[in-house]
């Protein structure tokens, strides 16, 4: 089964997935069963290129893209003239940069003057 197919079905059964570098995040966590897991790690590579594809696909839909760093504390942006990622310090951005690193990875936004870096993925990592 494509990859593409599998995230269609997946979706349609209330799963939401997200690519992390080379780590699959599914939720809700508890819907998953054993079959369902050694499906995900049979086809996990093929499921991560097909986000990180859509999801290179939305940053170029909207221009700009935010994310958060590594380091607590800090946001990337994507500048899509030079082609590049910036990093600068969540507490020198507007609020709705923030919202929209949040948004990017799928949590809902921090609270006025939280920079959210401490906020935990809720979900499942696949492992290989």
Do not use: N, Y
Request: glycine share 8%.
């Amino acid at each position: 089964m494509p990859a593409s197919e599998l995230l269609r079905r997946l979706r349609q059964e209330g799963f939401e997935l997200a690519a992390e570098g080379d780590r699959l995040w599914v939720r809700p966590q508890s819907a998953l069963t054993d079959a369902l897991r050694d499906t995900l790690r049979q086809h996990k590579r093929e499921l991560l290129g097909a986000l990180q594809s859509e999801a290179s696909r939305e940053r170029w839909r909207a221009g700009l893209a935010f994310r958060w760093a590594r380091e607590r504390g800090w946001l990337m942006m994507w500048d899509p003239q030079a082609q590049t990622w910036h990093e600068v310090p969540a507490r020198e951005c507007p609020a709705h940069w923030r919202i929209l690193a949040q948004q990017a990875r799928g949590r809902p936004a921090p609270a006025d003057g939280d920079t959210g870096a401490s906020t935990m993925r809720r979900g499942q990592e696949v492992d290989q």
